[in-house]
């Protein structure tokens, strides 16, 4: 598995959840990072990136209370998750992208009200 997910879970609104992501050393070194999410019936959405010089990127929805950050010590992406709200729930997906594009298995968050 080159990148593996995981910090899910459910949490009631207005709760935090920290995601991970876990990545090979030759994935994690050589992409772009991000973070992604769907629900059902609709198109994955960008939540969040790392550019080149590592700066961030965010959706709209999530400034202010999603932080994208990394350890490169452990191959390690993560996604701070403040303030949630029910319209965050969704399948939560790592992406990596240099010369190909790699998926995570992706990890459920379930806000409830």
């Known amino acids: 598995v080159q990148l593996q997910a995981s910090g899910g879970g459910t949490v009631q609104a207005g709760g935090s959840l920290r995601l991970s992501c876990a990545a090979s050393?030759?994935?994690?070194?050589?992409?772009?990072m991000a973070w992604y999410r769907q629900t059902p019936g609709k198109e994955r959405e960008l939540v969040a990136s790392l550019t080149d010089g590592d700066s961030t990127v965010y959706a709209d929805s999530v400034k202010g209370r999603f932080t994208i950050s990394k350890d490169d010590a452990k191959n390690t992406l993560y996604l701070q998750m403040n303030s949630l709200k029910p319209e965050d729930t969704a399948v939560y997906f790592c992406?990596?992208?240099?010369?190909?594009?790699?998926w995570g298995q992706g990890t459920l968050v379930t806000v409830s009200s």
């Open positions: 050393r030759y994935i994690f070194v050589t992409s772009l």
């Open positions: 992406n990596a992208l240099s010369r190909r594009e790699y």
